[in-house]
């Protein structure tokens, strides 16, 4: 059994909006590849492999029947984590804490350029006899939610306008990022509104891509080359019923931190926390995860980003891989590419997205509406 759990291998194919000459098992195979070449490691030492996919999204079944070939994962134990990719990671932490493994493989990917109709698609979702008649698209949701945190907090749309300007700007340092650009906050608020107060540039696009982490236990990572240490991790749902869910605050992200910050010994996120990678699938979605957190008192979080506090070079940088915004939202490998940015970070190879002295990482993540689920995991250097 062991006590501590290292992530020592990750592989990532750059996200593009459209990826016509790639299968997404071919995706797979390359972010396998990069990940296994990163912990110097091969497919006949891995002991468990777990696919985080949606069946929804695939427009097939029991998804993790694709996976094997191009993961080395033929005859070795797999299986689908049907929710957000920090969930698949978690099941890979207890595999290894519980001593069943000693090293375990995560990917995830997504392929949104092959369905024509999203909205759709997330409709399912939806409880099919009270909520899914309304016919009420994701966007709409996602909106009346932006709407009442905006009321409860006294948050302004310039402030989550803001946040789209720094995660679009931060995103031109990293090559891996299709939607860097200089848009400006007036740039954002004239954009044409979704479902007011949402307006289109505050929406991440979507984006095709691939992730592969490697997890091992400590005497395992040892023999790997650059460790980065998991100190905590946490995962939680909410009500997923629009009638009874919270929606002024992302109670599932407040009870993740926790979960995460106790394991780590976390007393005060803002002074041990260095930096963070946190979900802005809906620009409101940055503030409103800092301040479930506790990296922000309640309705400051956009105040902070106004006056450049979570900027790459701030007190407190976030996202400075640039985000979904930034990178492209990919359903549930979105949460991998938050890990996988964060612990780039700590190794020092984030290249012009480097944050200086970066100490201690979080990422939160959320899988999306109409879930109210995520999770949160801090990772250290040691």
Request: with cysteine; net charge negative.
């Amino acid at each position: 059994m062991s006590e501590r759990v290292a992530i020592v291998g990750v592989g990532a194919v750059v996200p593009r909006p459209q990826s016509r000459d790639a299968s997404h098992r071919e995706m797979i195979f390359d972010a396998a590849t990069r990940a296994y070449a990163d912990a110097e490691i091969t497919h006949h030492e891995i002991d468990s492999f777990i696919s985080v996919a949606e069946d929804i999204h695939e427009g097939t079944s029991i998804t993790d029947e694709y996976v094997p070939d191009q993961l080395g994962a033929v005859l070795k134990p797999v299986q689908t984590i049907a929710g957000d990719g920090m969930q698949g990671v978690a099941v890979a932490f207890a595999l290894i804490r519980s001593g069943i493994a000693d090293l375990v493989v995560v990917e995830a990917h997504c392929k949104p350029s092959n369905i024509l109709r999203h909205g759709d698609v997330l409709e399912m979702a939806l409880d099919p006899v009270y909520e899914r008649p309304l016919r009420v698209h994701p966007h709409y949701i996602a909106g009346l939610e932006m709407r009442r945190y905006l009321h409860d907090t006294g948050t302004t749309e310039d402030a989550v306008a803001s946040v789209v300007n720094k995660n679009r700007r931060q995103a031109l340092a990293n090559p891996a990022a299709p939607y860097g650009g200089n848009v400006s906050t007036s740039d954002v608020l004239a954009s044409p509104p979704v479902c007011e107060p949402l307006r289109s540039l505050e929406v991440s696009s979507y984006a095709d891509g691939a992730v592969v982490l490697a997890l091992a236990s400590e005497e395992r990572a040892r023999r790997c080359p650059k460790p980065v240490w998991i100190r905590g991790i946490g995962w939680a749902s909410d009500s997923p019923w629009l009638a009874r869910r919270e929606w002024s605050d992302a109670v599932y992200a407040s009870l993740a931190s926790g979960m995460a910050y106790q394991m780590a010994g976390i007393a005060t996120p803002t002074e041990e926390i260095g930096f963070a990678e946190i979900d802005d699938t809906y620009a409101y979605k940055e503030l409103q995860h800092l301040e479930a957190a506790g990296l922000a008192p309640r309705g400051r979080a956009g105040a902070l980003t106004v006056a450049g506090e979570t900027r790459r070079e701030g007190r407190l940088p976030v996202n400075s891989s640039g985000g979904s915004l930034g990178m492209g939202y990919c359903f549930d490998a979105s949460a991998l590419y938050r890990i996988a940015e964060v612990t780039r970070q700590m190794r020092g190879e984030a290249g012009r997205a480097q944050i200086a002295n970066p100490g201690s990482g979080l990422v939160i993540s959320w899988r999306g509406v109409p879930t109210q689920t995520g999770g949160a995991l801090v990772l250290g250097s040691h």
